[in-house]
T-cell receptor, first 115, second 114 residues
Framework: AQSVTQLGSHVSVSEGALVLLRCNYSSSVPPYLFWYVQYPNQGLQLLLKYTTGATLVKGINGFEAEFKKSETSFHLTKPSAHMSDAAEYFCAVSRLSGGYQKVTFGTGTKLQVIP | NAGVTQTPKFQVLKTGQSMTLQCAQDMNHEYMSWYRQDPGMGLRLIHYSVGAGITDQGEVPNGYNVSRSTTEDFPLRLLSAAPSQTSVYFC?????????????FGEGSWLTVV
């Protein structure tokens, strides 16, 4: 079984401030972890993913996330928020099931950037 | 490069009506799926397919039907629309076997059932 918990359905930050979106996962096997971003009225697109190897993963638009096995976390960060970062962010975990990946998404965190 | 294309973008249905949401991908992906997105509930898997002729149920399959006659197309049918099916629907595709694969999403279809 696997699950994802995103802490905070809404997060507000000032433009230029640190962005921190929290994600904790539960998985019975080594997880593959993703962050997807959804801009208003659009589909989701991949921001970054952790599969194996380096635990600090860099993504698009200056975002990065660190896989911490001991804390079962995969928090998303960006040093300085930009107005264009306003969107909804989804954490996801996947594992193999019958040879194919089974993906579970979190409930999402809406990021508001205040000018 | 079109990626995942789904139509229509917006649709209003009356209770009891049927309709089909179309989905096509041009990336030769084996794996295709349909999700619905509701406020506070994230994305929930409706049906998925691991290749032409092979489909299976996801988390919330009731009231929906799918088929996969070609690699490219994966339509979602609402058999008899109900207000509870008012939602945003996303078609998605990815490479087939293995895990850690990036999922590519369509732009979404906003469905309202009145």
């Amino acid at each position: 079984a696997q699950s994802v918990t995103q802490l905070g359905s809404h997060v507000s930050v000032s433009e230029g401030a640190l962005v921190l979106l929290r994600c904790n996962y539960s998985s019975s096997v080594p997880p593959y972890l993703f962050w997807y971003v959804q801009y208003p009225n659009q589909g989701l697109q991949l921001l970054l993913k952790y599969t194996t190897g380096a635990t600090l993963v860099k993504g698009i638009n200056g975002f990065e996330a660190e896989f911490k096995k001991s804390e079962t976390s995969f928090h998303l960060t960006k040093p300085s928020a930009h107005m264009s970062d306003a969107a909804e962010y989804f954490c996801a975990v996947s594992r193999l099931s019958g040879g194919y990946q089974k993906v579970t998404f979190g409930t999402g965190t809406k990021l508001q950037v205040i000018p | 490069n079109a990626g995942v294309t789904q139509t229509p973008k917006f649709q209003v249905l009356k209770t009891g009506q049927s309709m089909t949401l179309q989905c096509a991908q041009d990336m030769n992906h084996e794996y295709m799926s349909w999700y619905r997105q509701d406020p506070g509930m994230g994305l929930r898997l409706i049906h998925y397919s691991v290749g032409a002729g092979i489909t299976d149920q996801g988390e919330v399959p009731n009231g929906y039907n799918v088929s996969r006659s070609t690699t490219e197309d994966f339509p979602l049918r609402l058999l008899s629309a109900a207000p509870s099916q008012t939602s945003v629907y996303f078609c998605a595709s990815s490479y087939g076997q293995g895990t850690g694969n990036t999922i590519y999403f369509g732009e979404g279809s906003w469905l309202t059932v009145v």
